[in-house]
Each structure stands twice: as C-alpha cells, then as structure tokens.
C-alpha cells in the first residue's frame, strides 16, 4: 500500500492568483498521476509526474497552466495558476506501483475560486 | 464515446436487496479492470481488481466479458454502508500507461 498525504485540504482562492498542491508518499513511487474531479463527475487525469523530467500532460492541460514538480520519487507539486472560477474542483494525487496496479490517491484538494 | 462508460444512476434499493452494475469501455487494448468505491467527499479507493475469470469478495462478485469489452459488479445482501459511488476503471498501455475512471455509478441503500 502506499499513504498519501496532500496539502492543503481545502482553499478559497482570488482570481488571477495561483495555489500550489502538495503531494507526500510514505515510500518512494515510479508512477505519481494529478487528476481533477469536478462535482459529479469522473477523474479526469491531468498530467503524469515525472521524477526528473518534465510532466506529461493530457490533452486539454498545459504546463503553463498546471506546472508540475517531481523532485524526487516520495513528493510532487501541481500548481493551479492564473485561476479562474472555471477551475474550481477537487484535484487529486495518486500513485502506483507499477501498470496495471491499484492506485492510491490523497485526500484531495477542494478548491474553490471566487 | 467516452473510454469508460457507466450508468450514473442513481440505484435506490432497499437493504438485502441484489443489485447489478455494469460498465463498457472503448479500448479494446486495456489490461486491467478494477471497481473502486469513492464515499462523498472522499477519495476513491480499490474495491476490487476485475480477472478474466471473474472473482469474488464476500458479497461482491466482478465480471469481466473482453469480447463484449463489459465489466459487471453485483452485491448481494446490500447494507446500509454500501451507500457510495462505484466506479469502473480501466488501465491501457495505449501510448504510454494510463488509468481511465469512469464517471462512477450511484448507490443508495435504504433501511
């Protein structure tokens, strides 16, 4: 298994400002996924955390907008900039082990911008 | 066509009742077959992997048809505590891996 601790739990943000997500592993990962979930709504996968390189994103999701840090195999950041209300959703972080295995996710993010 | 579908629900069904899910996906390609169950406000978390066989976990049993691209969870003997949201997903190695949820099937158990 695998714990996931992701920070902050929550947030209220202004427009126009920018919200950084963390995300701690209890042990050290390969695979490291952001998804956004919005109300009601599937998992929508963002990007794939690379440790040492740039993060791949799915179509739809731009660096500019969703930069992601993976500094080492244990932590990750996504950042949210220029929010907008549009943006306003769960985000979450997962892991795995290897393909084809369980994913294990944080306690999510829930933000909201106004 | 969204790569996962499901009925979104929701089921309203009385405890000890037997209820079906089911779920298609588009890939024909796709590896592996899970049910995860998300509580509200909650992240989601692995109820069960789906094999070609089928398996079975007390009173849950998954289903799994590749040639139908379908995969199925029944409960029986329902509890008030199965109340959540279901969701199927599906794992491909189509251009790289990818977990694929889909947009989850609502339960509600009722006394």
């Known amino acids: 298994s695998a714990v996931i601790s992701q920070k902050p739990s929550r947030d209220i943000c202004q427009r126009g400002t920018s919200l950084t997500i963390q995300c701690q592993v209890d042990?050290?990962?390969?695979?490291m996924f952001w998804y956004r979930q919005q109300p009601g709504q599937s998992l929508t996968l963002i990007a794939t955390?690379?440790?040492?390189?740039?993060?791949?994103?799915e179509s739809g999701f731009v660096i500019d907008k969703f930069p992601i840090s993976r500094p080492n195999l244990t932590f990750s950041t996504l950042t949210v900039s220029n929010m907008s209300p549009e943006d306003s959703s769960i985000y979450l972080c997962?892991?795995?082990?290897?393909?084809?295995?369980?994913?294990?996710f944080g306690q999510g993010t829930r933000l909201t911008v106004v | 066509r969204k790569e996962v579908e499901q009925d979104p629900g929701p089921f309203n069904v009385p405890e000890g009742a037997t209820v079906a899910f089911n779920c298609t996906y588009s890939?024909?390609?796709?590896?592996?077959f899970f049910w995860y169950r998300q509580d509200c406000r909650k992240e989601p978390k692995l109820l069960m992997s789906?094999?070609?066989s089928g398996n079975e976990d007390g009173r849950f049993t998954a289903q799994l048809n590749r040639a139908s691209q379908y995969i199925s969870l029944l409960i029986r003997d329902s509890k008030l505590s199965d109340s959540a949201t279901y969701l199927c997903?599906?794992?491909?190695?189509?251009?790289?891996?990818?977990?694929?949820f889909g947009a989850g099937t609502r339960l509600f158990v009722k006394a």
């Open positions: 997962s892991v795995q082990r290897g393909p084809n295995t369980e994913a294990f």
């Open positions: 890939n024909s390609a796709s590896q592996s």
């Open positions: 789906v094999y070609s």
């Open positions: 042990s050290q990962v390969t695979m």
């Open positions: 955390a690379n440790q040492g390189s740039e993060a791949t994103y």
């Open positions: 997903v599906v794992g491909s190695n189509t251009g790289g891996f990818k977990t694929i």
